[in-house]
């Protein structure tokens, strides 16, 4: 089964609004690649709606659900204002209007959906004095050779030994050239 276009969901989401008596039923729908456990995703001021075909493309059927579910939040915005609960018995109410209990979170399986984060160690380099140093997490503020505060040069490698042996085998000289400051 193939995922319906974004022109589909966009006269869904409107009827969806009609029949919550929403006067402007306008909802822009698109799906972004970039999400990776989040079904989707209602933007309230804008009007807009972002669904993940990675992960519906797992389960089709739940596509219904998740803009019902996005369009509720647009319409509950729309009729009762920003100073309501995300989920709260305004969303609720739309959400039974529409045939379809008030669950907030997705059961479709994220697994294997997740990008491992890549780590990296740096190498601050501070203009001034040349005091360096590879901490284990990027921070500024003052130097610790000479107090003067955010002058740093900083690169990244990635966090591996090697990648860790190529920061300190790098002069300050070969850094202050990387950045022109030599």
């Known amino acids: 089964m193939t995922l319906p276009t974004a022109e589909e969901l966009e006269q869904r989401a409107a009827q969806l609004l009609g029949q919550w008596r929403v006067v ?13 456990t989040t079904a989707g995703r209602a933007f309230l001021r804008l009007g807009s709606i972002e669904l993940n075909p990675r992960l ?3 389960a089709p059927e739940q596509v219904p659900t998740v803009l019902t579910h996005e369009a509720a939040h647009i319409a509950a915005f729309r009729l009762f204002g920003a100073n309501i609960p995300a989920h709260g018995r305004h969303w609720r109410s739309l959400m039974r209007i529409a045939g379809l209990p008030p669950e907030v979170t997705h059961k479709i399986s994220v697994r294997g959906l997740r990008k491992a984060k890549r780590r990296y160690v740096y190498l601050r380099v501070c203009e001034s004095c040349g005091d360096r140093a590879i901490p ?3 921070r500024y503020g003052r130097c610790h050779g000479c107090s003067s505060r955010d002058s740093f040069l900083v690169m990244k490698a990635p966090a ?9 085998n790098l002069s300050t000289t070969a850094v202050r050239a990387k950045f022109g400051r030599a």
């Open 24 to 36: 402007d039923t306008a909802v822009r729908v698109a799906w972004n690649d970039r999400l990776t």
């Open 56 to 58: 519906l493309s797992r």
């Open 136 to 138: 284990p997490a990027l």
């Open 160 to 168: 591996t030994v090697a990648g860790r042996q190529a920061l300190e």
